[in-house]
């Protein structure tokens, strides 16, 4: 026998002495707001445009014996087997690992001693943080412009007064003493840089780590070696992993102090680069511009991994 149809069928019961089983929760999936989507898209398209498409249309006619005008025809791996027998651009990957390691190295001791005295105690440290800032805010052209003018015409002069004669010539015609010039001028430039970050990580060790380091004997050296520079390891690496990677695509300031001379002996590689534009030879200079950039890869690669076993962070 069945019921009518306007009876409501019973709830089911629950056996005695047992606890109900809680609904599993529905799980949403969060709403992605589309403002995201909008402010995404046009920067993907724009860096495809500007950077994507012309870097894969460069590394095709890497591949070509094209001018950079007029007709060309496809000649497979000839520019890049000839790239690894020219002396010329062999030279200026030496040079420019050579200008990157010793820049890097410089930058980070000056960089440090400027920080380590800007954190001291001293008066007026507020007003000498920004003078030495100020070139943080000047181009590295304008800067590389200015420091010609010093090194070609008023060293030369204070120097012959003086009797100096090593300086009484200019020392961006020297083919063996050029690249000091290029270093002095980068280290001036990019010292404030790295100077801010010392400094970040000078400021996050607490005062009472020195307090119980100086109750316990510790002096100044002591402090440094045994607290301030193990502290700051991630920043050094930071200062490090950064500044190479930045000095292997100098070109501004050698442009602006020696033009890549005396003859070619500061020519770096992104200057090489360049040159394929102007001088007929297009096609072969993207062919280094993919080496050269497969070995920056690398080198970044390394350096990330780098960075995750030691879990730096600012």
Do not use: C
């Amino acid at each position: 026998m069945t019921a009518p149809a306007d009876v409501e069928s019973p709830a089911p019961t629950r056996p005695a002495g047992t606890t109900p089983t809680p609904a599993a929760p529905v799980r949403k999936r969060p709403k992605v707001d589309p403002t995201y989507y909008w402010m995404i898209i046009p920067v993907l398209v724009l860096f495809a445009l500007f950077s994507t498409i012309p870097a894969l249309i460069g590394g095709f006619f890497s591949f070509t014996n094209y001018a950079g005008y007029g007709d060309w025809k496809l000649i497979g791996l000839r520019n890049y087997l000839n790239i690894f027998t020219d002396p010329e651009i062999l030279q200026s990957y030496l040079f420019t690992f050579f200008f990157a390691i010793v820049a890097t190295l410089v930058v980070n001791v000056v960089a440090l001693l400027l920080a380590l005295g800007l954190n001291s105690k001293i008066k007026w440290k507020t007003g000498i943080r920004g003078v030495y800032f100020i070139p943080m805010v000047l181009s590295g052209l304008i800067i590389a412009y200015v420091f010609n003018y010093l090194f070609s015409n008023t060293l030369p002069t204070i120097a012959g007064n003086l009797g100096i004669a090593p300086l009484a010539t200019s020392i961006l015609a020297n083919e063996h003493w050029a690249w000091l010039a290029i270093v002095f001028v980068t280290v001036w430039q990019a010292a404030p840089g790295a100077t801010i970050i010392y400094l970040a990580g000078l400021q996050s060790i607490s005062a009472d780590v020195y307090e119980a380091a100086s109750l316990d004997g510790a002096g100044a050296w002591r402090s440094l070696r045994s607290i301030s520079l193990p502290l700051i390891a991630g920043y050094v690496v930071i200062n490090i992993i950064l500044g190479f990677k930045g000095y292997l695509g100098t070109y501004e300031v050698i442009v602006a102090l020696t033009g890549g001379g005396p003859g070619t002996a500061t020519q770096s590689v992104a200057m090489r680069i360049f040159s394929g534009f102007a001088g007929g030879d297009y096609s072969y200079q993207m062919a280094n511009a993919i080496i050269f950039f497969i070995i920056t890869l690398i080198i970044s690669l390394l350096q990330l991994q780098i960075l995750r076993r030691r879990e730096v962070s600012l």
